[in-house]
């Protein structure tokens, strides 16, 4: 009889292991059964939160946090507490954890207190703030096994730079989250965690990759996270769980020392992943990103580029918007394009200027991206998976084989091909009538609403703009109603196979629309490369407008 693979033993071990990290107290002593689809109200209903760690885990952002600690009515002690409930809770309903350093946190925030008490100055822009990171950074002491068995039981024996630099300035780190096998998919799902659940909807994804993060902040078992995004890691989780999400551009905010399963030196010539905030609201996008950037921490990471958060661009006194509806290769859905629509009529009717923007180039972003996601052949992470005979999760079974190093004229090939698109697209930051600067530009985060479970189709929306290295954001706009779930597709025939995909997104015969209702309907916002508080500025400037559009409904905390 043949032995039993290695990884399910392992994976058994790690799953019990995390388990356990959870005090006895902090258990659900009645989990919502599998048909309960919205979970978002179990912390409430659970008895594990005292009335007021229910108002610090629910009425706060965290900017409102840090200044309530600043203003010592509340200490970096009592809300490190209730965020590490609230992620014991979250972890039970959605299964969005990898690591749990909840003792590490709470003698962290006795320090921050006792230091606060002591100098009577705070450590830093985010002192006290917990602040919740993707499993691909490193944390000492901890693993850093992206879902993969192979790398359990391996800790990190240094911090991600930055990790230290939040350190630094005065976070609480207390957990790492949940991530698909390879980083790859836009579901996060892996043989040693398993799926995150979408809190809203646990029938729809909660994205990826940085799916668990979007899953806790969902669940407000954290209000500031940290992700990462390649193809649209960051923005899509962002979309899916209803909340803000800026990946910046490459060059911006620092990356190194993280674990991403793929060859070390890669990102060098391929697409290089960019390391941002997902959050509650607009205003901590800003904090998060404000408060690194002023941390200089281009002395450190010879990858980064210098410049300051005020040094990063602004929008004009009265912004240009654009509004890019569609990339020519998969034409977005009746709702996508009724939110499109709305938001555009929102801003005009607030007296902004929007200009349609055309950008054939972008038709190409895709099919190019995709060929620099093949450069290493995934040969370290096949390495990785064989070491202990473990299968791709059934998502990535037909999409994903182990394949050659691309040649190096090949390679010059596609860098030579990216430099004309990139120049080619530099073409939509101009009004061509007026010659105007165009401040951002608004388009889908994806062709589709939120979809069910492994059913997300194209990321041509979010993975074009990794190519380009443009900035670029999710803002909710509103949840998807009954109303939204008119209008047909018109009919002309599919553009390509991923349109015909697509399409089936809203084919009464291949989906009941219903999966749809509550679900978060979101926009996208873009600026120039390395101009991140030009797009945050364009961003909440949208934000805004949005908010007073629906009667102040999503105001910020």
């Given at each position: 009889?043949?032995?039993?693979?290695?990884?399910?033993?392992?994976?058994?071990?790690?799953?019990a292991?995390l388990?356990?990290?959870?005090?006895?107290?902090?258990?659900?002593?009645?989990p919502p059964?599998p048909d309960?689809?919205?979970?978002r109200?179990?912390?409430?209903?659970?008895?594990i939160?005292?009335?007021?760690?229910?108002?610090?885990?629910?009425?706060h952002?965290?900017?409102?946090?840090?200044?309530?600690?600043?203003?010592?009515?509340?200490?970096?002690?009592?809300?490190?507490?209730a965020?590490?409930k609230?992620a014991a809770i979250?972890?039970?309903?959605?299964?969005?954890?990898?690591?749990?350093?909840?003792?590490?946190?709470?003698?962290?925030a006795?320090?921050?207190?006792a230091e606060?008490?002591?100098?009577?100055?705070?450590?830093?822009p985010?002192?006290g703030?917990?602040?919740?990171?993707?499993?691909?950074?490193?944390v000492?002491?901890?693993?850093?096994?992206i879902?993969?068995?192979?790398?359990?039981?391996?800790?990190a024996?240094?911090?991600?730079?930055?990790v230290?630099?939040l350190?630094?300035?005065g976070?609480?780190?207390y957990?790492?989250?949940n991530?698909?096998?390879?980083?790859?998919?836009?579901?996060?799902?892996?043989?040693?965690?398993?799926?995150?659940?979408?809190p809203?909807?646990?029938?729809?994804?909660?994205?990826?990759?940085?799916?668990?993060e979007?899953?806790?902040?969902g669940m407000?078992?954290?209000?500031?996270?940290?992700?990462?995004?390649?193809?649209?890691?960051?923005?899509?989780?962002?979309?899916?769980?209803?909340?803000?999400g800026?990946?910046p551009?490459?060059?911006?905010?620092?990356?190194?020392?993280?674990?991403s399963?793929?060859?070390?030196?890669?990102?060098?010539?391929?697409?290089?992943?960019?390391?941002?905030?997902?959050?509650?609201?607009?205003?901590d996008?800003e904090?998060?990103?404000?408060?690194?950037s002023?941390?200089?921490?281009?002395?450190?990471?010879?990858?980064?580029?210098?410049?300051?958060w005020?040094?990063?661009?602004s929008?004009?006194?009265?912004p240009l918007?654009?509004?890019?509806r569609?990339?020519?290769?998969?034409?977005?859905?009746p709702p996508?394009n009724?939110i499109l629509?709305?938001?555009?009529?929102?801003?005009r009717?607030?007296?902004?200027?929007?200009?349609?923007?055309?950008?054939p180039?972008?038709?190409?972003?895709?099919?190019?991206?995709?060929?620099?996601?093949?450069?290493e052949?995934?040969?370290t992470?096949?390495d990785?998976l064989e070491s202990?005979?473990?299968p791709?999760?059934?998502?990535l079974?037909t999409?994903?084989?182990?394949?050659k190093?691309?040649p190096?004229?090949?390679?010059?090939d596609?860098?030579a091909?990216?430099?004309?698109?990139?120049?080619?697209?530099?073409?939509?930051?101009?009004?061509?009538?007026?010659?105007?600067?165009?401040?951002?530009?608004i388009?889908p985060?994806a062709?589709?609403?939120?979809?069910?479970?492994?059913?997300?189709?194209?990321?041509?929306?979010t993975?074009?703009?990794?190519?380009?290295d443009y900035?670029?954001?999710?803002v909710p706009?509103?949840?998807f109603?009954?109303?939204d779930?008119?209008?047909?597709?018109?009919?002309?025939k599919?553009l390509?196979?991923?349109?015909?995909?697509n399409r089936?997104?809203w084919?009464?015969?291949?989906?009941d629309?219903k999966?749809?209702?509550?679900t978060?309907?979101?926009?996208q916002?873009?600026?120039p490369r390395q101009?991140?508080?030009?797009?945050?500025?364009a961003?909440?400037?949208?934000?805004?407008?949005?908010?007073?559009?629906?009667g102040?409904?999503?105001?910020?905390?």
């Amino acid at each position: 009889m043949a032995s039993e693979a290695p990884w399910k033993a392992i994976a058994q071990r790690k799953s019990a292991e995390l388990h356990s990290k959870i005090p006895s107290a902090w258990l659900l002593k009645s989990p919502p059964t599998p048909d309960v689809l919205d979970v978002r109200s179990v912390p409430q209903t659970s008895g594990i939160l005292t009335s007021h760690e229910l108002s610090i885990t629910s009425s706060h952002d965290a900017t409102s946090l840090a200044e309530a600690i600043r203003s010592r009515n509340l200490t970096a002690e009592e809300v490190t507490i209730a965020f590490c409930k609230r992620a014991a809770i979250a972890q039970q309903v959605c299964n969005c954890l990898t690591e749990i350093f909840f003792e590490d946190a709470i003698k962290r925030a006795k320090f921050l207190d006792a230091e606060y008490k002591r100098t009577g100055k705070p450590v830093g822009p985010l002192h006290g703030v917990p602040i919740s990171l993707k499993d691909t950074f490193k944390v000492k002491g901890y693993d850093a096994s992206i879902g993969i068995a192979s790398l359990v039981g391996k800790p990190a024996t240094e911090n991600s730079l930055l990790v230290d630099i939040l350190l630094e300035l005065g976070a609480v780190l207390y957990c790492k989250t949940n991530v698909p096998q390879t980083l790859s998919a836009l579901d996060s799902d892996n043989n040693v965690f398993g799926r995150v659940l979408n809190p809203r909807n646990r029938k729809v994804t909660a994205g990826g990759s940085s799916g668990g993060e979007g899953a806790l902040i969902g669940m407000r078992g954290s209000v500031l996270g940290v992700g990462t995004d390649i193809g649209g890691s960051i923005r899509i989780p962002a979309m899916c769980n209803g909340l803000y999400g800026i990946k910046p551009s490459a060059q911006r905010i620092p990356y190194v020392g993280q674990e991403s399963g793929a060859r070390e030196g890669a990102s060098r010539i391929g697409l290089t992943a960019s390391a941002g905030p997902i959050a509650v609201s607009m205003r901590d996008c800003e904090l998060f990103l404000r408060a690194v950037s002023n941390a200089r921490p281009w002395d450190r990471d010879p990858s980064l580029a210098y410049g300051l958060w005020d040094e990063q661009g602004s929008i004009q006194k009265k912004p240009l918007l654009g509004v890019l509806r569609t990339d020519g290769v998969v034409t977005p859905l009746p709702p996508i394009n009724k939110i499109l629509d709305e938001t555009v009529a929102a801003l005009r009717a607030s007296g902004v200027e929007v200009i349609e923007i055309s950008a054939p180039a972008f038709q190409k972003s895709q099919s190019l991206a995709n060929k620099f996601f093949g450069i290493e052949g995934g040969n370290t992470i096949f390495d990785l998976l064989e070491s202990t005979g473990e299968p791709l999760i059934n998502w990535l079974s037909t999409r994903m084989r182990r394949g050659k190093h691309m040649p190096t004229d090949r390679l010059m090939d596609i860098q030579a091909q990216r430099t004309e698109l990139e120049t080619k697209m530099l073409k939509i930051w101009r009004d061509p009538k007026t010659g105007r600067q165009v401040d951002a530009v608004i388009c889908p985060v994806a062709p589709h609403p939120v979809p069910p479970i492994d059913r997300w189709n194209s990321v041509g929306y979010t993975s074009s703009f990794v190519l380009m290295d443009y900035p670029a954001g999710t803002v909710p706009v509103k949840d998807f109603e009954e109303n939204d779930l008119k209008g047909e597709i018109g009919g002309e025939k599919a553009l390509g196979p991923w349109d015909k995909i697509n399409r089936e997104l809203w084919d009464e015969k291949t989906i009941d629309r219903k999966v749809y209702l509550n679900t978060k309907l979101s926009i996208q916002v873009i600026a120039p490369r390395q101009q991140e508080k030009r797009l945050y500025q364009a961003m909440a400037y949208i934000d805004n407008i949005l908010q007073k559009n629906d009667g102040g409904s999503r105001a910020k905390l």
